[in-house]
């Protein structure tokens, strides 16, 4: 009901009825009900051809915020979005994710507190909490499992730190990769049904959306296609232990290590980003090389997956023109016809934005799904 | 309201206005509406605790059957199943798909009459048909789009073929591999979300079931995995005129053509499974070779895909346990181990009847689906 009102399919109680089969006064009473909760208001009389006429319902996205936070390594950004994923406020800052849960949630909090204010709301307002975190997550219950940047983060309750603050507000958690991907789909490309997302930086990591939704996979660990091993580099070795794995080919950590090697002053993969626009020619020959990794696993995902869009974004994506030269050129070469046909492969449109837009996203499909609706009205009740 | 009567979750009228929320008389409605399409009928009185016994309701499963063909380039099966998936009829029988849809068709619709004979049933009974072909399939229009090996099917209609021989069934098409995945999950998975069936016959294939559904991608590609490149193998060219293609290398083609060269009498997949069965020491080192450049593509799907199942079918899969040591050497070295931490690598249970039970999965899944029931009944009324 609420979404047919929030898409504008129906407007009117006598509309609901007819498109739902619904009884008129369970359609009565839930109306009443979302108004009582404040999802919904009357927004005045709709046009009728005559008799009374039928009072026309909207969808109050302003009747709460959802708050966003997306943690990376060193750098984090948090927002505060209405029901309709309107940003309000937004604010990054350096944080190091291996200073541990407690320092890093207290930054995170303590901002949240001041965006609120910023916007003009309170924390009666918040409807929900979502966070992003740079490594793999149990989705069910919120916590990091085994992250290997994110030191004392392992089996933390994300949830449970943020139920003391905002008990009112579910809290979902989720890999980063995950939600900018859902970001992406959300603010550009939601006609696509399928669609990747990857994050070139430090590391590489992928975000897929399947038919409309975060594909997690059965534990949560879809997308890691940072260890699909790449041909041609047998005498790389990652830290996973296994050879010539796509992050330890063509992740911005490496491709720093080896300009570093070569002379360059680069040490992480915003050094690698500032040396290709300075015109560095070792640089650009690197991450055009590093585009042709990633270009032959994205073709292997095309092939297996056939996607609509392949999103590039992370630290590397500002550089997207060399990396996706070399991208394009083996996707286009490796994979078949028939799955290139309307592929397109682009550039990260929302940028740094892309993590707390989609976190916000997916609360805001959460907490007005039908069913947590319903629990919310029977709790109400 | 049909799905909670055939899971059994509501088998009252009262239970179904309680559920779904909807009205007394429209629920009383539509009950009659489903009663005289014969989808469901009265079963007798249920338990109540005083007063008049509400009619239990039950689906009919044998109220109609479904049709389905798997059709391969050398060999098929058809089969008719009630709406619950239970087996009527089947029969296999060689037919060349190279002699174009015409001539494939009747062979299968001769086969579909006799089977509908052999099970009491006739043409009346007949409430959908599914066919898996091998090739790429628009699925919504149910045409093969330039399928490699059938010369011929190009953008042929395979429903409107169907059309003047069962005007009142819809006819589903789509890809072999497609429905061999659905009816491993049907039949043996249903529980896990996530599966690949990888059929290891000719060439290489798999299908994908994404969150309890067929993922066929944005064009209907998707799974095509003969074509991604496999390490060491740069001396291998494939026929779609890329270098170290999977299917190039592992395939029971080239595998025949190796063996052939090395001596052995081999011309196709089947002789080198017989081969294997007699203990020829190539074939078996071989089979074992090319399930380690298996593996290392379904690595690869494991970390892009986290699957929870993944079942290995196709004539190769006759000798799974040389293919599936290789197989299983590889992913379980190269996947990160929190994505292999549940996984299953099986051999397909089905065999040979994957296809056609997949298809009549398929079929009931759409023809029992709330919107096309509602079209019947409103067509009916």
Known sequence: MLKLIRSGAAVTRAQIVQQTGLARSTVAQRVDALVAA???????????????????????????????????????RVAVHDLAAGPEAETAFDAEIADGPEATLALVHERFLALLAEAGRDRAHVRGIGVGVPGPVAFGTGRAVNPPIMPGWD?????DWFADRFPDAPVLVDNDVN??????????????????YVKV???????????????????????????????????????????????AVAGGHALARRLSAAGHPAQRSRDVVRLVREGNADA???????????????????????????????????????????????????????????????????????????????????????????RALREAA
Chains 1, 2 share one sequence.
């Open 179 to 196: 939600i900018m991907a859902l970001g992406e789909h959300s603010a550009h490309w939601r006609e696509s049904d399928h669609l990747l």
């Open 38 to 76: 404040g999802l919904i208001y009357e927004a005045g009389d709709s046009l009728s051809t005559g008799g009374r006429r039928p009072t026309r319902l909207a969808f109050r996205h302003d009747s709460g915020v959802v708050l966003s936070a997306d943690l990376g390594a060193t750098h984090s």
């Open 284 to 374: 650009v020959r690197m991450v055009r090389a590093a585009g042709r990794s990633l270009g032959e696993v994205l073709a292997a995902c095309v092939n297996f997956f056939n996607p609509r869009v392949i999103v590039i974004g992370g630290d590397l994506g500002d550089v997207h023109e060399h990396l996706l030269a070399g991208v394009r050129e083996i996707v286009f070469q490796r994979s078949l016809p028939l799955a290139t046909r309307d592929l397109r492969i682009v550039p990260s449109q929302l940028g740094d934005r892309a993590g707390v837009t989609g976190a916000a996203n997916m609360v805001i499909e959460h907490i007005l799904s039908p069913a947590a609706v319903d």
């Open 155 to 159: 089996r933390f309750s994300i949830p």
């Open 201 to 247: 930086g430090t590391g590489i990591g992928c975000g897929i959306v399947a038919s409309g939704h975060i594909h997690r996979g059965e534990v949560g660990a879809a997308g890691d296609i940072g260890h699909i091993v790449v041909t041609d580099h047998e005498d790389v070795v990652c830290r996973c232990g296994n050879i010539g794995c796509l992050e």
